[in-house]
């Protein structure tokens, strides 16, 4: 059999890479450019300061409104020169959770039938039930009041439901020493 002639250039395939010099700055090329492109695309995206929505979810205002608390508490602290309280404030801040509804038996405001047999026994004996408590009334109905303004209260009370009690003064102050 015989072979075809081949000729010199057909023998010997040549590619684009000839010598080690020319290998080096391909393989370069390949690793560099690629890195060189992924650099300035990350450098492009966190450079941009766009006014799209949600651009400022990171400034100080928005980030401590969503942090802000749901409620808060207020502490009132009654000042030394604003005197006992009237009947009628600590009917309101107290006395006005069950009386206004009748809960527990608790006569209602203002019902003349309910408070007549008890305005009858005097104004002493509610006095006492009203500090010290009865039935399922807690000593001052719970709340954190003086004498002098839970008496105050109670004779507010009972006047609405047809009493004629004078509601206490407050105690005179004491004169100022010359």
């Given amino acids: 059999m015989s072979q075809a002639p081949q000729s010199q250039e057909s023998g010997h395939h040549q590619g684009p890479i000839s010598t080690p010099q ?11 450019i690629p890195v060189v492109i992924i650099v300035l695309l990350v450098n492009y995206v966190s450079s941009n300061n766009s006014s799209a ?5 990171l400034s ?4 401590s ?5 749901v409620g808060t508490v ?4 009654a000042s030394a020169n604003a005197g006992p309280r009237s009947g009628e404030e600590v009917y309101k801040a107290q006395c006005t959770n069950c009386h206004a509804a009748g809960m527990l038996n608790a006569p209602k405001f203002g019902d003349a039938g309910a408070w007549g047999p008890r305005i ?40 609405a439901g047809g009493a004629k009690f004078t509601e ?10 010359p």
């Fill in 22 to 32: 020319q290998l080096i700055a391909a393989v370069l090329a390949a690793f560099i």
């Fill in 120 to 159: 009858a026994k005097g104004e002493t004996l509610l006095l006492e039930h009203a500090l010290k408590g009865f039935n399922a009334m807690p000593a001052q109905g719970g709340g954190d009041f003086s004498d002098l303004e839970v008496h105050r209260g109670m004779v507010y009370m009972a006047n």
């Fill in 74 to 77: 207020e502490i009132k602290v």
């Fill in 168 to 177: 206490p003064a407050a105690p005179a102050a004491a004169a100022s020493a």
């Fill in 60 to 63: 100080a205002q928005a980030v």
């Fill in 65 to 69: 409104q969503r942090i802000m608390p």
């Fill in 53 to 57: 929505a949600g651009s400022e979810a």
